[in-house]
T-cell receptor, first 117, second 108 residues
């Protein structure tokens, strides 16, 4: 079956522009995560959805970052007024269940590489 | 929040067994230990998960001692294609914390 897909794969934005990054999780997956990965670093948690509910957004770096999953499937991560420090790979992951154990068997998309110039 | 410590890098040769150990010094009772593999320009891929003792799947084995303060990922007979970054996690809530990972380089 299809895995997690993300679009666009690459995005170049000028400083100050708004961007929207899309994630299509695996069908039926309840949990959805967004991560930010800087070059040479591990993924850093941004936010977590259980269906359409955003249950944890503690990792969002600033109020310029906003995520939504209105129908409990596709999710969008929006970054307003992009800054150079926002340049990173943004990863989306989904998992089938929400129980503690199964939540950590996450399926990742290929990521969107954002470059802010 | 749970924090893990693992070696920055390791080298190995094809056909050898590789063991990567991770410290989970402040692991909580409800935390599970999970390992991921990441290749360049790809998202991480789930390898194995455990709570205690030993878990084995078709790819790897995971050893967790009784005190759960550490875990060891064992990769049998590595090949060049196992060159990647390996992450260990211990987490029990929504917030999944990845460390910097261990860069494994397999040589011919």
């Amino acid at each position: 079956g299809a895995g997690v897909s993300q679009s666009p794969r690459y995005k170049v934005a000028k400083r100050g522009q708004d961007v929207a990054l899309r994630c299509d999780p695996i069908s039926g997956h309840v949990s959805l995560f967004w991560y930010q990965q800087a070059l040479g670093q591990g993924p850093e948690f941004l936010t977590y959805f259980q269906n359409e509910a955003q249950l944890d957004k503690s990792g969002l770096p600033s109020d310029r970052f906003f995520a939504e999953r209105p129908e409990g499937s596709v999710s969008t991560l929006k970054i307003q007024r992009t800054q150079q420090e926002d340049s990173a790979v943004y990863l989306c992951a989904s998992s089938f269940l929400t129980g503690t154990k199964n939540m950590y068997e996450q399926y990742f998309g290929p990521g969107t590489r954002l470059t802010v110039t | 929040l749970a924090k893990t410590t693992q070696p920055i890098s390791m080298d190995s040769y094809e056909g050898q067994e590789v063991n990567i150990t991770c410290s989970h010094n402040n692991i909580a009772t409800n935390d599970y230990i999970t390992w991921y593999q990441q290749f360049p320009s790809q998202g991480p891929r789930f390898i194995i998960q455990g709570y205690k003792t030993k878990v084995t799947n078709e790819v790897a084995s995971l050893f967790i001692p009784a005190d759960r303060k550490s875990s060891t990922l064992s990769l049998p007979r590595v090949s060049l294609s196992d060159t990647a970054v390996y992450y260990c996690l211990s987490a029990g809530g929504f917030k999944t914390i990845f460390g910097a990972g261990t860069r494994l380089f397999v040589k011919a």
